[in-house]
């Protein structure tokens, strides 16, 4: 088998295919299988070593995985080294469960077909163009990759052999059809409910706060009055693509530019190929015979070509600069439209190659690229005026520090000032990692919290920059009573009311929990009553009352259940549900159901199973698993 997969991995367009698989293994993290190293190890798994060499490469691809997703956020987590010590352990651990499941499916004598690995191949749409297999793409790529074809194909083959385990696994989560109804019933159902609501804020109105209480919650709760730091910013903005809406260019430029940079214009000389590939020589001397004799070349790479990419094609395999041209079309030396090569013995066995047709370099003449050209140059100039404006306005900040004065003056423009706005709503117009790291880290501000010093040009977005100044400034504080007596006040009462509802929600409570007439007095003396039926479906639990209502006991036959919980208003509400009624799904309702019950257990048994390998392993961590 590993022959045939060697034939299979060898094919001239295969090597193009199998090159693209590394993005996608990077991307995923599975590169790291193929790296060795002889140092010390980070673990052992019954008897197999994970390398050091294998946890830097893992631990790095999660690092950039981290950086993607989060930005500027990893980079302060990444300053925190009991942070990344834990994501380093975490990574062990993937490697750990990697390496287990790979030996399991061993010892179970999984194994995947050639076959599957090439359909597997085929089916990577980064590797087609409108549906089909483009081959210019495999050999534009294949010279940055760095793996075999043969190591290519060990990454599929493993890749695929860790998906049929999963699978294989999957199948075993079920549940009987028993246990599925009863957790249908429990899961999909409509609840019929009465309520009594305590509204807060009508009872808050009812009650009274003294000057001692309104000073006591204040001294308690102090937190909740802080007023955040505030500032307020000069600032003046420059902007590279504004300079460029500005920006003139004439012909004389432009021409000049297009003279110096005619490589940009240049199409390379490329050269159009077919091929026919055969396993041996004697083969591809019987068919080479064939087309001196006038064989139809195309016929023939169809029906014997070993490379099945190209054999679909007639054996072509597209155009080629001389820059990207594989060694075998190389070693063929053709130079003629329809010219021939003899039999080359390759890595990949024996070719026959014909030139198909030829195309000069060719140089684009100024009037077919004029537009394109006079953009370039108009970009540059708005370039070059934006960095010499960026130093100027620079030094003028740094030598005139007390104000922005002369930095408006170099700039040409006059600074804008903000609002006051605190670091939770930073203008949209500054609102920049480079701009509010400056702002925040206090350089800017003088030793007593006033006013310092201008900042540097800060660059952001590659084409915008800035030079700040803080204007005023006001630190964290507690805001005085004075300024917060409305709230604070309101808040006592509010906590008044909120207690008195809790003790008499409780004491109905309990009445109607005994069953007697008490309940009815005790939510009369409140004031109460129960509202008509409301309905409550399962599928709708998005606030705190519904969670409530779907946790109460079922009802007894002809009674109700009763409950107290607090609603989305942060009202106390009083529960009496009379009925449970499971609800019908229709097909496809009860089918999504019961496939999230199955996935559900699917999850616990491979939970089960890594535990269990686990378990039963002997795992060994070495030095290398530690942080260095």
């Known amino acids: 088998m590993m022959d045939n997969l060697r034939a299979a991995a060898n094919h001239v367009v295969l090597k193009i295919i199998l090159g693209l698989i590394a993005v996608s293994f990077v991307l995923t993290g599975v590169g790291n299988y193929l790296i060795g190293g002889d140092g010390d190890y980070a673990a052992k798994v019954n008897g197999q070593q994970i390398s050091r060499a294998q946890l830097e490469q893992a631990v790095q691809n999660e690092r950039n995985r981290q950086q993607e997703s989060m930005g500027e956020q990893f ?38 077909g050639d076959d599957q690995i090439k359909q597997a191949i085929f089916a990577i749409l980064a590797f087609r163009t409108e549906d089909k297999f ?29 998906q049929q385990l999963i699978q294989g696994i999957g199948g075993t989560g079920f549940l009987l059809p028993e246990e599925t109804e009863r957790l249908l019933a429990v899961a999909v159902q409509t609840r019929d409910a009465r309520l009594a609501t305590f509204d807060i804020a009508a009872l808050a109105a009812k009650q009274t706060a003294s000057d001692d209480e309104i000073q006591a919650s204040y001294n308690e ?72 004799q006038g064989a139809d070349f195309a016929a023939l790479a169809k029906a014997h070509s070993t490379d099945v990419v190209s054999a679909k094609n007639g054996g072509d395999i597209g155009w080629i600069s001389d820059s990207d041209s594989l060694d ?81 003056a170099a700039a040409g423009i006059k600074a804008q000032e903000t609002d006051w706005f605190s670091r939770d709503d930073v203008p949209a117009a500054l609102n920049y990692d480079a701009v509010k ?9 003088g030793s007593n919290g006033a006013p310092g010093s201008n900042s540097d040009v800060i660059t952001v977005d590659g084409n915008r920059a800035f030079v700040i100044r803080i204007a005023d400034h006001r630190p964290e504080h507690v805001q005085p009573l004075e300024d917060v007596r409305a709230r604070v006040e309101q808040e006592v009462k509010r906590q008044k009311a909120v207690e008195q509802a809790r003790v008499d929600a409780e004491k109905a409570l309990a009445a109607l929990k005994q069953g007697n007439d008490k309940g009815a007095e005790a939510l009369q003396a409140a004031g109460l009553s129960f509202s008509a039926v409301q309905h409550f479906d399962s ?13 109460l006991p079922q009802p007894p036959q002809g009674k109700s259940s009763y409950g107290m919980a607090t609603n989305a208003q942060g009202d106390i509400v009083l529960i009496a549900l009379d009925s449970v009624t499971p609800r019908s799904l229709d097909e496809q309702q009860r089918k999504a159901f019961v496939d999230q019950l199955n996935q559900g257990m699917t999850g616990v048994t491979f939970d089960a199973l890594l535990a269990n390998l686990r378990a039963a392993a002997k795992i060994k961590i070495g030095a290398a698993a530690q942080m260095q």
């Open 328 to 408: 075998e079309l190389k070693q063929a030396n053709l130079s003629e439209k329809g010219q021939l090569s003899g039999v080359i013995k390759s890595s990949v066995g024996f070719l026959i190659v014909r030139l198909d047709d030829v195309a000069p370099a060719q140089v684009s003449p100024l009037s077919a690229v004029h537009d394109e050209v006079a953009a370039k140059v108009k970009q540059q100039k708005a370039i070059n005026a934006y960095y010499a404006l960026q130093q100027k306005v620079s030094d003028a900040a740094s030598n005139d520090n007390e104000t922005l004065a002369s930095a408006e």
């Open 221 to 292: 709760h102090k937190s909740q009055y802080l007023s955040p730091e505030t500032f307020k910013v000069s600032y003046i903005p420059m902007d590279a693509e504004a300079m460029q809406a500005k920006t003139s260019v004439d012909e004389q430029e432009i021409q000049s530019w297009y003279d110096q940079h005619h490589d940009q214009f240049t199409v390379p000389a490329r050269k159009r190929y077919s091929i026919i590939q055969s396993k041996t020589e004697n083969d591809a001397n019987d068919w080479l015979k064939q087309l001196q």
């Open 134 to 162: 483009d081959n210019a793409k495999f050999r534009a790529l294949i010279g940055n990759m760095g793996l075999s074809p043969d190591q290519y194909a060990a990454l599929m083959r493993k890749q695929l052999l860790t």
């Open 539 to 551: 599928a709708n639990q998005g606030d705190p009352l519904a969670q409530t209502l779907f946790t």
């Open 75 to 112: 980079s302060q987590l990444a300053a925190n080294e009991g942070y990344m010590r834990q994501m380093r352990q975490q990574v062990l651990s993937q490697l750990i469960d990697e390496t287990l499941l790979d030996q399991y499916a061993d010892k179970l004598g999984l194994a995947i």
């Open 437 to 445: 790291q400056v702002l925040f880290e206090g350089t800017l501000l």
